[in-house]
């Protein structure tokens, strides 16, 4: 049986507006503030359901610049909606939708301004249910939870519950006749990962001393191997931790895991690898396969298992744990599904002029105007020659970044700094390079202190890459409603590349600064699918648009030249 109440849709809320009791000029701006979510988000009406928690997250995907309205009018919008859905089902009580009950009202009052704005919402909601302070269960606070990640309408549900639990934590132990209870908001994420002080000394020294071994700490030590980077030695690190932890979660006491070699015996391996497929839903992952191979190689280089233990290993990772050769991850396959529509190609090709012009159009404060230059330059640079965001956000004036005599831009990194340690270099065109002397000149000066050589200064020398990262994802998506992170620029680059020449995989391979030409056709093997068939069907289209001017000469030819067969079938 079909549940009405999910089967509803905004052509349902149209329906009952129209019926509502209420000035006609209420009724046209919630009437149209509902035609417009349908426009923005491209579906009739009576193809968005009501559920407020998923439309939600399809209406905090949208960016208001990118549909060219402004964001006061987008919250305007979405407010309206809030008041139309409230003709079909209960919403959450609006900030100024019913007075606070006398008692509530008083503790409100004597909160900062602050305070008061961030725990207004939850003492509302009390007053909405009759629920006095003396009154208050912990199941109130699941309800308000629950009401907010499911059924209002509201951006960033997670955070106004954070910050509500916060001021009512703090309230406690400062504000008279405060409700004494106190309520723990779990955290963002699933953290399962214990410290290493939940082991026996003796697990971190090993590890200590393995970390130590594989990054060449000592200079006499005759590796047979390539040192790692620090990077990878943080990852090495947290993957030991992160395997033990593991293991507890599964039932082991954590004083009995005193050495590497207890996470790499048999069992203990297969226990690690189950906790995290169940985590998801009995699945694997690449961050699973990279644990499993982890363990595999300090089970055959550290602790030096036996034979039939290794293979047993690598069988378990062959059968269970590897993902298919795929290359891509379905999720970045997924994001770049938008670039098929050439707008959106477009729309960030012509993103960093336009942030550029943004900048000199004296819209902005200087320091924001700085920041949309600098971010037009990262951008720019990492359309014509993408480089891993730890490369980009480390660039230095005069180190990496270089002027020929001829007045020419160019961009080397030395191998040392690489991933894999491939020597990067190349000249930057004309467009990159004019947008990178405005920057410089008009821009950098005002975000750099003296002595700074980053080219994207921050606090401590170059901004840190997640800050870098984070800023370039969110400006992207400002500007174009597109989601993009930084590592994405490389497979946007490639797949464009391979629309228009099919096949070409060293190309590829030479610009990522790939070591082998199969980690470049085992990325992007089937992306280019479309444009393969787009141009093996020109070719047959020209040889079909051939055919009139050579009229039925072609035909009789090819007929005097077939083998004439006898009546029984076979040739003369």
Same mark, same amino acid.
């Given at each position: 049986?079909?549940?009405?109440?999910?089967?509803?849709?905004?052509?349902d809320?149209?329906?009952?507006?129209?019926?509502? #009791?209420?000035?006609?000029k209420r009724?046209?701006e919630?009437?149209?503030?509902l035609?417009?979510?349908?426009r923005?988000?491209?579906?009739p009406?009576d193809?968005?359901p009501?559920?407020?928690?998923?439309?939600?997250?399809?209406?905090?995907?949208?960016?208001?610049?990118?549909i060219?309205?402004?964001?006061?009018r987008?919250?305007n919008?979405?407010s309206?909606?809030r008041?139309?859905l #409230?003709?079909?089902? /209960?919403?959450?009580?609006?900030?100024?939708?019913?007075?606070?009950?006398?008692?509530?009202?008083?503790?409100?009052?004597?909160?900062?301004?602050?305070?008061?704005?961030?725990?207004?919402?939850l003492?509302?909601?009390?007053s $909405?249910l009759?629920?006095?302070?003396?009154?208050?269960a912990?199941?109130h606070?699941? /309800?308000?939870?629950?009401?907010?990640?499911?059924?209002?309408?509201?951006?960033? =549900?997670?955070?106004?519950w954070?910050?509500?639990?916060?001021?009512?934590n703090?309230s406690?132990?400062?504000?008279?006749?405060?409700?004494?209870?106190?309520?723990?908001?779990?955290?963002?994420?699933?953290?399962? *990962?214990?410290?290493?002080s939940?082991?026996?000394e003796?697990f971190?020294?090993d590890?200590?001393?393995?970390l130590?071994?594989?990054?060449?700490?000592?200079?006499?030590?005759?590796?047979?191997?390539?040192?790692?980077?620090?990077g990878?030695?943080?990852t090495?690190?947290?993957?030991?931790?992160?395997?033990?932890?593991?293991?507890?979660?599964?039932?082991?006491a =954590?004083?009995?895991?005193? *050495?590497l070699s207890?996470?790499?015996?048999?069992?203990?391996?297969?226990? !690690?690898?189950?906790?995290?497929?169940?985590?998801?839903?009995?699945?694997t992952?690449?961050?699973?396969e990279?644990l499993? @191979?982890?363990?595999?190689?300090v089970a055959?280089?550290?602790?030096?298992?036996d034979t039939?233990?290794?293979?047993?290993?690598?069988?378990?990772?062959?059968?269970?744990?590897?993902?298919p @050769?795929?290359?891509?991850?379905?999720?970045?396959?997924e994001?770049?599904?938008?670039?098929? #529509?050439?707008?959106?190609?477009?729309a960030?090709?012509?993103l960093p002029?336009?942030?550029?012009r943004?900048?000199?159009?004296?819209?902005?404060?200087? !320091?924001?105007?700085?920041?949309?230059? /600098?971010?037009?330059?990262? !951008?720019e640079?990492?359309?014509?020659r993408?480089?891993?965001?730890?490369?980009?956000?480390?660039l230095?004036?005069y180190?990496?970044i270089?002027?020929?005599?001829?007045?020419?831009w160019?961009?080397?990194i030395p191998?040392?700094e690489v %991933? @894999?340690?491939i020597d990067? $270099?190349?000249?930057?065109?004309? $467009?990159?390079?004019?947008?990178?002397?405005?920057?410089? %000149?008009?821009?950098?000066?005002?975000?750099a202190?003296?002595?700074n050589?980053?080219?994207f200064?921050g606090?401590?020398?170059?901004?840190a890459?997640?800050?870098?990262?984070?800023?370039?994802? %969110?400006?992207?998506?400002?500007y174009t409603?597109?989601?993009m992170?930084?590592?994405?620029f490389?497979?946007?680059? *490639?797949?464009?590349?391979?629309?228009?020449?099919?096949?070409?995989y060293?190309?590829?391979?030479?610009v990522?600064?790939?070591?082998?030409?199969?980690?470049?056709?085992?990325?992007?093997?089937g992306m280019?699918?479309?444009a393969?068939?787009r141009?093996f069907?020109?070719?047959?289209?020209k040889?079909?648009?051939?055919?009139?001017?050579?009229? @039925?000469?072609?035909h009789?030819?090819?007929?005097r %030249?077939?083998?004439?067969?006898?009546?029984?079938?076979?040739?003369?």
């Amino acid at each position: 049986m079909t549940d009405k109440k999910s089967s509803r849709t905004l052509a349902d809320v149209l329906d009952a507006l129209q019926r509502a #009791d209420m000035p006609e000029k209420r009724r046209g701006e919630l009437a149209s503030a509902l035609r417009t979510v349908g426009r923005v988000l491209n579906r009739p009406l009576d193809q968005i359901p009501v559920e407020s928690g998923p439309l939600r997250r399809r209406l905090d995907d949208v960016s208001p610049i990118a549909i060219g309205m402004s964001a006061g009018r987008w919250a305007n919008v979405r407010s309206l909606l809030r008041a139309a859905l #409230d003709l079909v089902k /209960q919403e959450l009580p609006a900030v100024r939708r019913k007075p606070m009950s006398p008692v509530w009202a008083n503790l409100f009052g004597r909160l900062s301004k602050a305070s008061r704005i961030r725990v207004s919402r939850l003492l509302r909601f009390f007053s $909405e249910l009759s629920v006095e302070p003396d009154a208050v269960a912990p199941d109130h606070f699941e /309800q308000f939870r629950q009401m907010l990640e499911g059924d209002a309408l509201i951006r960033k =549900p997670n955070q106004v519950w954070r910050e509500a639990i916060g001021v009512w934590n703090s309230s406690r132990h400062k504000i008279s006749g405060w409700p004494s209870i106190e309520i723990v908001a779990a955290s963002r994420r699933d953290t399962f *990962s214990l410290p290493w002080s939940a082991f026996p000394e003796s697990f971190k020294a090993d590890a200590d001393a393995y970390l130590a071994r594989i990054s060449g700490s000592d200079l006499l030590d005759d590796l047979p191997f390539r040192p790692v980077r620090p990077g990878t030695r943080q990852t090495r690190e947290y993957q030991s931790r992160a395997a033990a932890s593991a293991l507890v979660r599964r039932g082991r006491a =954590p004083e009995t895991i005193r *050495s590497l070699s207890d996470l790499v015996e048999l069992g203990a391996f297969k226990e !690690i690898l189950r906790f995290f497929m169940t985590r998801r839903g009995n699945k694997t992952s690449a961050g699973i396969e990279h644990l499993a @191979n982890f363990l595999k190689s300090v089970a055959r280089h550290w602790v030096k298992v036996d034979t039939a233990t290794l293979q047993k290993m690598s069988d378990t990772i062959k059968n269970h744990i590897s993902m298919p @050769n795929s290359g891509m991850t379905p999720k970045n396959r997924e994001r770049l599904r938008p670039f098929d #529509d050439e707008e959106n190609v477009y729309a960030l090709l012509n993103l960093p002029a336009h942030l550029m012009r943004e900048a000199v159009s004296g819209r902005h404060s200087k !320091i924001r105007s700085a920041i949309l230059a /600098q971010l037009a330059v990262a !951008i720019e640079l990492e359309l014509v020659r993408p480089l891993r965001i730890s490369n980009l956000a480390a660039l230095e004036l005069y180190r990496h970044i270089l002027q020929r005599t001829n007045g020419s831009w160019y961009i080397t990194i030395p191998e040392d700094e690489v %991933k @894999n340690r491939i020597d990067l $270099e190349h000249d930057l065109p004309v $467009e990159a390079s004019t947008l990178l002397e405005r920057y410089l %000149k008009d821009f950098r000066p005002l975000l750099a202190k003296p002595g700074n050589a980053a080219l994207f200064p921050g606090d401590l020398g170059c901004k840190a890459k997640n800050t870098l990262g984070g800023q370039l994802t %969110k400006i992207i998506h400002a500007y174009t409603g597109l989601k993009m992170h930084p590592h994405l620029f490389r497979h946007f680059g *490639s797949c464009e590349y391979l629309k228009e020449h099919p096949g070409e995989y060293p190309v590829i391979s030479h610009v990522l600064g790939h070591k082998s030409l199969n980690t470049a056709a085992k990325s992007y093997t089937g992306m280019e699918s479309a444009a393969a068939v787009r141009h093996f069907g020109k070719t047959i289209i020209k040889k079909l648009q051939e055919l009139p001017s050579r009229g @039925n000469d072609a035909h009789r030819a090819w007929r005097r %030249k077939k083998p004439k067969s006898d009546p029984k079938g076979g040739k003369n």
